[in-house]
């Protein structure tokens, strides 16, 4: 490991504190002159658009198809799947000729997606979970990728995670990414018994006190955990770099609801102009990576979900931020 391990005292009474700094900044800048608002209203981040591949990937299709679909789509980047990655590298695949054909096709690989229990309490577990997370980050800066997903793996059915010890494991996680220049962003997960809202991800962040710290959000976990978008404004969002993009439907309800009931941005009650106008506010101006398990759109040609599903981000983009 490049640094110590160790968290300094970080405490809730404390958190708390910035929060409301935080906070009374969001207010001064509210207050502030109307031409000040004007300028801050009429900023128009260059966000960047991005596949995740599970989108189109309900028919197991092979990696270099994935990364062909998105580019021939007109997307700026892809998010794949560490998986995938090791299935092209097992049929005999290498990862400096993937390199070379996603520069080829001019496209960047702004995340990745993998599973390694990094955050679980048993330390044998959680050793191995830090294994398998070197060997993933490693896989993917041999691509291009700087950053990876780094969701509460293991941590998902049982509640009364220790966030103190959570921020102590999500630093040694950051650690190890710095060792080898990958990013790994703490990924809120709606279904999980204790990374599921955004007061949780954003306390493990910040008492990780690392400078690598960022979160991933979804808007369909944040749903799915219960939390209020109206408290989006509280995110520093210049430390974070991706937002998963998909919306859901009125039905079926919060508690019933799944992955496979996402669908396209705009075709569902998701409040996507102020959650994009938020994030944005908050400085935002990095990747909408549209992830959705939708079987029917698996059912239909790739090169069509694909197409619809930008055309679609970006209709959401216009209309929030216009």
């Not at 229990?117 to 997370?133: E, M, N, S, Y």
């Not at 959570?166 to 279904?191: C, H």
């Amino acid at each position: 490991m490049s640094q110590s391990t160790t968290v300094p005292p970080f405490s809730r009474r404390g958190f708390l504190a910035g929060c409301a700094g935080l906070t009374a900044s969001c207010f001064a800048s509210t207050l502030a002159s109307p031409s000040a608002r004007a300028a801050t209203q009429d900023t128009s981040p260059s966000l960047r658009y991005c596949l995740n591949t599970s989108t189109i990937n309900g028919s197991k299709l092979p990696l270099r198809t994935q990364i062909q679909v998105a580019a021939d789509a007109g997307y700026d980047a892809v998010e794949l799947w560490v998986r995938d990655i090791e299935r092209f590298v097992e049929a005999g695949g290498t990862l400096r000729d993937l390199a070379t054909e996603l520069q080829d096709l001019g496209l960047g690989v702004d995340s990745a997606i993998a599973f390694g229990q990094w955050i679980v309490d048993d330390d044998q577990q959680r050793q191995a979970g830090l294994d398998q997370c070197q060997r993933d980050m490693e896989t993917v800066r041999a691509i291009g990728a700087r950053r990876i997903a780094a969701p509460p793996a293991g941590a998902t059915k049982e509640p009364g995670l220790d966030l103190d010890k959570a921020a102590e494991r999500y630093r040694e996680l950051l650690d190890l990414g710095q060792s080898v220049d990958v990013q790994p962003q703490l990924e809120l997960w709606g279904f999980s018994k204790n990374v599921s809202t955004l007061a949780e991800v954003l306390y493990i962040a910040a008492a990780a006190q690392h400078e690598n710290a960022c979160i991933l959000l979804d808007v369909y976990h944040m749903y799915k955990g219960g939390n209020d978008f109206n408290n989006l404004g509280l995110i520093p969002a210049t430390n974070m770099y991706c937002l998963h993009m998909n919306d859901y439907p009125a039905m079926p309800p919060r508690a019933e609801i799944g992955d496979k009931d996402r669908v396209y941005p705009g075709d569902g009650v998701a409040p996507l102009d102020s959650i994009l106008q938020s994030l944005v506010r908050g400085g935002f101006a990095g990747t909408l990576s549209l992830e959705l398990f939708n079987r029917s759109y698996w059912e239909q040609p790739p090169e069509d979900v694909a197409a619809t599903g930008l055309k679609k981000m970006r209709a959401s983009v216009e209309r929030a931020l216009a």
